[in-house]
């Protein structure tokens, strides 16, 4: 390892008494780039908001280049050398990429006007470095995300950075805007430059990191040379498990044939997005629950969302019960009877200012009305016996769904897709983020239908959810169905082993049981 | 016991005292209309005419037929500034038809044509904002901009740029008729916003309407057919100010294709915001749409009729807009 050029030692951070960070640990070389991997929650963003000055830390010492760090705010994060890429960008995308590249630091003519020849003979230049060409007069806009990533990365070197974080850089980028990405990380080390890169996509840090730190539960895990490591070493301490009891759970416990449940009420073949899924195979019965695991970015939310029309097929094929056409909208996927219950309850589920009643019955409204007057009193009385059936604490059926705990909003939204009574049903993470009596709440009451017949596909990051929930679980990997699981007989560390085996795509016409090596 | 009682009893004179600034701002339009009322009633000369009444309802009617239009493209998070410009088109176009040969020849067909193809011509301005907005993906300010600015051209180059009087008496009735003592063009304008408010508040479409408004993403996953419905609130926008500028053109019997409608997508945003719309969507208050055209109209007609000159009129109608947004923003707190 080279000197080291940055040092957090024993970094505690509480939020209102809750504690998320304690005694964390990061150290980075000169011109290393150095992986931050962890679950959500494990305290990574944290850490980095303390190193940039976002957060103020509660104890710990912070060296950086050499002298203790006193940053308090990004600004000063900046001068001193250290530049955040934000998974979301924040550039102008309506300004010239020039303008971008210099925003706060245009170089001045006498009289303090901007001197844009020179801008712009700048900004070429620093895009040079990295083999970059484009018209830096046009607007940032009018390029692909990943050279508006890449001009952010520009900027950030053209600031003098010495350490550039990378916050999940490649999550919307395609595999050529990938490989550009990575010969600039790899640019920037070769000039001294090191870079902290934060990532869910394990393989990637094999090939361009050095070391990797692990974080979970608010503490440093280990720190490791990238070459003492395994993918599976690396998922195993993330999750906090021992590397050889998932190697030893083996694959034995791999159910072969299909144990029928019911008719198929939906087979995907060969399915593929332009969103991350790449070779999607599926098959649901009546009555069953098939669980999805996988990673984040493993194209799980993904797989969902071609089901339910969302995102348009580049490849493959979705069957669902004879007669009935392959959805390419929402409205068509209900009227096929699937349900979609999607991941994030605030932007892609509740209509704050609407009620409760009218919340719960939006996807059932063409089913409601006649000649496009909706029959209120039905309205009424559906409202009324899901609000009972499911525990619903809302004050009236009109109140603002805004103002319910965020239990019963996922309650209300279950019901949305309980009340078009579906054949399948797509939850996407439908625990998260509520509380533990509601959750068991929205367990049991899925069980009850599927009990009586619905087909659910559960996607979920709990582990227990999906081995105790599920009747079988479909494992992704970089956007294409790997291997399946059966239970009874699948224990979180199979299913965690079959998550970090790796597969290649030619590996998988291979029969399963020859697969059985790491 | 007895102390709770007295507790609760406290607790409810506390909130008594409350409801006056509470109410303010849930219901700050009528009080405002009411302040207005009172004030024109004490100062402006022969307020309380029969006259007057008549003259602010057909004037109002123009503004609150608009409004209830532009509430509906509000509620979906967008706006259209191509209104006025829309009513230029119609009413430019209403008088060319009756005076055709055709219209001469057969007057009936005529007159029933100069309100149909107008209003037809209107709606399909308002889908060619709505697939500007929803298919091209334009931002709705720039998208209706483009007939803002053309529309207006188009309805001076159809009319040679020049004002056409004509003598029409059947047509002029949508302007000027009487139907149980009170313009026409006002039964109209609250004949259009009950059935507006109906189709927002018990229709699939006003449903879906609201729920786009209030957050697209979920409405869309839960199978509204978001496109649709938003070119539709568009198209409706359209049709109504279509309507709107063929009574313009009714009332003076004459059109003017630079002034039918000008600065009427203020006037119409300005009600729509009074009323209790909200710019970011979801909510299309029809009625409050109407009684925001309401405190517009009886502003103007206050200056006015207290002799202040239309430059300083202009100022104040801003101020309304500055207060109602400035009442919007604490409304979402």
Request: hydrophobic share 45%.
């Amino acid at each position: 390892m080279h000197s080291s050029l940055l040092k957090m030692h024993g970094i505690n951070k509480a939020f209102g008494g809750v504690s998320a960070l304690r005694g964390a640990e990061l150290e980075i070389g000169q011109g290393e780039v150095h992986a931050l991997i962890g679950q959500n929650g494990a305290g990574k963003s944290t850490l980095i908001k303390i190193l940039t000055g976002v957060y103020r830390r509660d104890s710990g010492t912070v060296d950086f280049n050499g002298k203790a760090s006193t940053i308090s705010n990004p600004r000063e994060a900046q001068s001193s050398g250290i530049s955040t890429i934000y998974q979301e960008l924040t550039l102008v995308p309506l300004r010239s990429v020039t303008e971008n590249i210099v925003l706060g630091y245009e170089p001045r003519r006498i009289g303090g006007l901007i001197d844009w020849k020179e801008a712009h003979r700048r900004s070429q230049e620093i895009l040079a470095r990295f083999n970059i060409d484009i018209d830096v007069k046009a607007p940032l806009g009018t390029y692909s995300t990943a050279i508006q990533q890449l001009v952010a990365i520009a900027r950030a070197v053209s600031l003098n950075a010495k350490l550039v974080i990378m916050d999940e850089p490649t999550s919307s980028l395609d595999d050529n805007e990938v490989a550009v990405l990575f010969s600039v990380v790899k640019s920037l080390k070769e000039s001294g430059v090191s870079v902290l890169y934060v990532s869910h996509f394990l393989d990637e840090l094999f090939k361009i990191c050095d070391r990797v730190t692990i974080m979970r539960d608010g503490q440093t895990v280990k720190n490791v040379a990238i070459e003492d490591t395994s993918k599976l070493d690396l998922i195993a301490n993330m999750l906090g498990r021992n590397a050889d009891d998932i190697e030893s759970a083996g694959m034995t416990e791999f159910a072969k044939g299909e144990a029928k449940t019911g008719d198929v009420i939906l087979k995907t073949k060969n399915v593929a997005t332009k969103r991350l899924l790449r070779k999607f195979d599926l098959k649901i019965h009546r009555g069953e629950i098939v669980g999805l695991g996988g990673l984040l970015g493993s194209g799980r939310t993904e797989a969902a969302r071609a089901i339910f029309g969302v995102d348009e097929l580049t490849q493959g094929e979705i069957h669902l019960a004879k007669g009935v056409p392959q959805p390419v909208t929402p409205k068509q996927a209900i009227a096929a009877g699937i349900g979609f219950l999607s991941e994030d309850r605030k932007s892609e589920g509740i209509i704050p200012d609407m009620s409760v009643r009218e919340n719960l019955t939006l996807a059932l409204l063409p089913n409601l009305s006649r000649f496009g007057h909706i029959d209120h009193a039905r309205e009424k009385e559906l409202v009324a016996s899901f609000i009972s059936a499911l525990g619903i604490k809302t004050a009236h059926m009109d109140q603002p769904i805004r103002e319910l705990s965020g239990g019963n909003q996922q309650k209300v939204l279950l019901a949305r897709w309980l009340v078009t009574n579906p054949s399948l049903l797509i939850l996407d993470e439908p625990t998260r983020g509520v509380d533990v009596g509601a959750k068991l709440e929205i367990q049991s009451i899925i069980r009850r239908y599927v009990d009586k017949g619905l087909a659910v596909l559960l996607i979920s990051s709990e582990f227990e959810e999906l081995v105790e929930g599920a009747d079988r679980i479909v494992v992704l990997q970089d956007g294409i169905s790997v291997s399946e699981l059966k239970n009874p007989g699948i224990t979180e560390d199979t299913l965690v082993r079959a998550i970090a085996h790796h597969h290649t795509p030619e590996q998988q016409a291979v029969p399963r049981q020859e697969n059985a090596h790491v | 016991m007895s102390d709770t009682n007295v507790a609760a009893e406290t607790k409810q004179t506390a909130r008594e005292l409350m409801i006056p600034k509470f109410s303010f701002r849930k219901h700050g339009g009528l009080v405002a209309l009411l302040i207005i009322l009172a004030f024109n009633i004490a100062v402006t000369p022969n307020f309380l005419q029969m006259q007057t009444l008549f003259v602010n309802i057909s004037q109002v009617a123009t503004i609150a037929i608009v409004a209830v239009g532009m509430s509906l493209v509000i509620a979906t998070g967008g706006i259209d500034l191509s209104v006025g410009a829309v009513m230029a088109v119609a009413g430019a176009l209403a008088p060319i038809i009756f005076q055709s040969s055709l219209g001469v020849e057969y007057p009936v067909a005529g007159l029933v044509l100069s309100v149909l193809i107008p209003v037809l011509v209107a709606a399909l301005c308002g889908l060619f904002n709505g697939t500007l907005v929803c298919v091209l993906k334009v931002q709705p300010i720039i998208a209706t901009l483009i007939l803002f600015i053309s529309g207006r051209g188009i309805a001076m180059v159809m009319t040679n740029g020049q004002l056409q009087t004509f003598n029409m008496p059947s047509f002029s009735l949508l302007g000027t008729g009487k139907l149980l003592g009170f313009p026409f063009q006002g039964w109209l304008a609250l004949g259009i916003a009950a059935v507006v408010a109906w189709i927002v508040g018990k229709t699939l479409f006003g449903r879906y309407l609201l729920a786009i408004g209030g957050n697209e993403k979920s409405a869309h996953l839960a199978g509204a057919p978001v496109r649709k419905v938003k070119i539709a609130a568009y198209v409706i926008c359209g049709s109504l100010s279509g309507i709107a500028g063929l009574i313009v053109v009714a009332i003076n019997s004459a059109s003017d294709a630079a002034r039918i409608g000008n600065l009427m997508e203020l006037d119409a945003i300005a009600a729509a915001v009074v009323g209790g719309a909200v710019l970011s969507g979801g909510r299309a208050p029809i009625f409050g749409a109407v009684l925001g055209a309401m405190i517009i109209q009886l502003v103007k007609y206050t200056l006015l009729a207290n002799g202040v000159a239309d430059e300083v009129a202009l100022i104040a109608k801003s101020m309304i807009i500055v207060a109602a947004v400035y009442i919007q923003q604490s409304r979402k707190e």
